[in-house]
């Protein structure tokens, strides 16, 4: 580690100013700050930071999706082991995935400086839990700083790569999905090119053995000290003097929350959670009456501080769970007696109102879901677009937990013995290379009787249409290999593998019928490009010939948005209608309809 002095402040940034997202932010303050490796893969809210990474010059910097977040940490350690800045994004349980090397990193140290930008979602608008980040931070040891807006994330990212090489360490940059999406004037810089330092041959330091190990963990603990008491004087930390009767110590952006609902108390806004500025905060806490924590997500700071033996309040006045806005921050302050509670005017009827997530018109994962549910299949599912097959009206979906995990859920199932009907787990192209190949070859070792279906929509399609290793296009659409999911399957072992088209359900059935009765392991190839990415897919649309329709409604099974009630019934039971506009012509509405009544609409 350097000494303290040797941490340069962030250079100034120019007078102009463009309208950026966070995320872009993000990317913009990388490049400034002479990155010359980006990594990632892709996860709301994190994807646009390195599709933005990648907009930059080649020949500046190199950007690419990796097969999962483990992976893509992996790479940006090695371009920092060779002396050149790097770094990697991901959403937050991403970084479950990529916690190992992170541990051993924040031994280790860097070379060139090494950044891990971490997008947490509080309110989980599109993950499968609520975590936080800081957590993490404190567990392997490392810092993380916390911008407020997106000017902030411009400038954390440039002094986070200055932080991690003057203290030899990865620095964790923390982002939640507003401040990742929000938009805001950025006042930008140029870029500041950072001279290769190549690598360093020194083992005892990047050979993380428990011998070298035992020697750097005491370097770990004095590194958080150092950098705890270079925060207390950087200035990242901002103390806004006011009202002493109160204090509010809040960071990221619940900092914006506290000063709408409550500008004119005295603010103690931290840039960094972790390591904590300890003499900072108990001199804050010295100059008001009450202290009071503002924070989203777990009470971190909370904890820190009455740790200090400090008295504050916080989660006895806001949620723990869910994401903040200023209409909770102001009634944590109206039960704290700092402001007057605001009158409900939300119409209870419009906030139930909430339209639920569907398929889009034509998805391939439909006619996939909707002959496992006909099958009977015991069904393990997985994380992407087809996890919508667990709700009404496909409802064919048994379990989900995380990325990777239904292969290994269906071999556990099978494993036990207890279940009669056939187990299936189905999964996404991207999500099998992500971490679905290490159970497939479990499933053959154990030699469980279980069906795996791929559902291969040859694109990253959940967060937003990103190439991977099975598209055959690289970050900037240049042709490279394509992963070959039968050739990959045969290797691990899987004797009985089909390739079917989701579109003709009748193969499609029967397909899955002759992989359900195999011993052993079966792998279903479902092939069929998703509707929207990387091009909108659309045919002739289809119409409903009401005179024909009997109201089976074995249609609305498909649960597809194009269709609807119609006002016309048969027999006491509404007859349906396809909204022409939103119908692409996939026709598997008209495949299983039991009166032929739906058809190509005639001019």
């Not at 690419?64 to 483990?70: F, P």
């Not at 060779?82 to 349980?93: E, F, L």
């Not at 391939?364 to 994380?383: E, K």
Request: negative net charge.
């Amino acid at each position: 580690m350097k000494a303290e002095a040797a941490v340069r402040p962030a250079e100034p940034a120019s007078s102009a100013s463009i309208p950026l997202t966070g995320n872009e932010a993000i990317a913009r303050g990388a490049w400034e700050a002479g990155v010359r490796v980006g990594v990632a893969y892709p996860g709301t809210p994190s994807t646009e930071v390195l599709e933005n990474l990648s907009d930059y010059a080649p020949s500046e910097i190199y950007t690419q999706w990796a097969t999962n977040e483990k992976t893509a940490l992996d790479m940006a350690i090695g371009a920092s082991f060779a002396g050149v800045r790097s770094m990697t994004s991901m959403k937050h349980v991403g970084l479950n995935v990529a916690a190992d090397p992170l541990m051993s990193q924040a031994y280790i140290g860097v070379n060139g400086g090494l950044v891990v930008v971490v997008c947490d979602d509080p309110g989980i608008h599109s993950s499968q839990t609520e975590q936080d980040t800081r957590l993490f931070a404190r567990f392997a040891g490392v810092p993380v700083l916390e911008p407020s807006d997106a000017q902030e994330a411009l400038e954390y990212t440039r002094l986070a790569f200055q932080l991690s090489e003057d203290f030899d360490t990865p620095v964790i940059l923390r982002s939640t999905t507003r401040l990742s999406h929000t938009r805001s004037s950025v006042a930008v810089g140029e870029r500041v090119e950072q001279a290769p330092k190549g690598f360093i041959e020194d083992p005892q330091k990047t050979v993380i053995i428990p011998a070298n190990a035992r020697r750097l963990h005491p370097k770990v603990v004095a590194r958080e000290a150092a950098v705890a008491r270079y925060f207390e004087g950087s200035g990242i930390h901002r103390w806004e003097k006011g009202d002493r009767k109160f204090g509010v110590v809040t960071h990221g952006t619940a900092y914006l929350y506290v000063k709408e609902i409550v500008p004119e108390v005295s603010i103690l806004k931290l840039g960094s959670s972790y390591p904590l500025a300890e003499n900072t905060i108990r001199e804050f806490a010295a100059s008001v009456d009450r202290l009071i924590v503002c924070e989203e997500l777990e009470p971190f700071l909370e904890t820190e501080i009455k740790a200090l033996g400090l008295a504050a309040e916080g989660k006895s006045l806001f949620p723990r769970c869910g994401e903040l806005s200023p209409e909770l921050v102001r009634e944590g302050f109206a039960k704290a007696g700092l402001v007057e509670a605001a009158p409900v005017t939300l119409n209870e009827t419009v906030e139930n109102m909430a339209r639920p997530p569907v398929l889009c018109p034509g998805c391939p994962h439909t006619a996939s879901y909707l002959a496992l549910r006909g099958l009977g299949a015991r069904v393990t599912g997985d994380i992407g677009c087809y996890t919508l097959a667990a709700v009404d009206p496909l409802r064919s979906i048994d379990t989900t937990v995380c990325m990777g995990a239904s292969i290994g859920n269906a071999v556990g199932i099978a494993l036990s013995g207890t279940e009669k009907r056939p187990i299936v787990a189905t999964i996404g192209d991207s999500t099998f290379l992500h971490s679905g190949i290490p159970p497939l070859i479990d499933a053959v070792y154990n030699d469980v009787n279980i069906t795996v279906v791929i559902l291969d929509n040859h694109i990253t399609a959940m967060t937003g249409g990103q190439d991977h290793a099975g598209t055959g296009r690289g970050m900037r659409g240049e042709p490279t290999y394509q992963v070959n999911y039968e050739q990959m399957c045969r290797a691990a072992g899987v004797d009985w593998i089909r390739t079917a088209d989701p579109y003709e359900v009748g193969k499609m059935y029967q397909t899955l019928r002759e992989a359900i009765v195999h011993k052993g392991v079966s792998v279903v190839i479902c092939s069929r490009p998703c509707v929207l990415d990387p091009v909108r897919i659309k045919g002739a649309p289809l119409e409903v010939k009401a005179a024909g329709c009997v109201a089976c409604q074995s249609c609305m099974n498909l649960g597809c948005p194009s269709i609807t009630w119609s006002d016309e019934t048969y027999e006491g039971r509404n007859k349906v209608k396809i909204d022409p506009t939103t119908c692409i012509g996939c026709t598997l509405c008209a495949q299983v309809c039991l009166s032929d009544c739906i058809q190509p609409v005639t001019a």
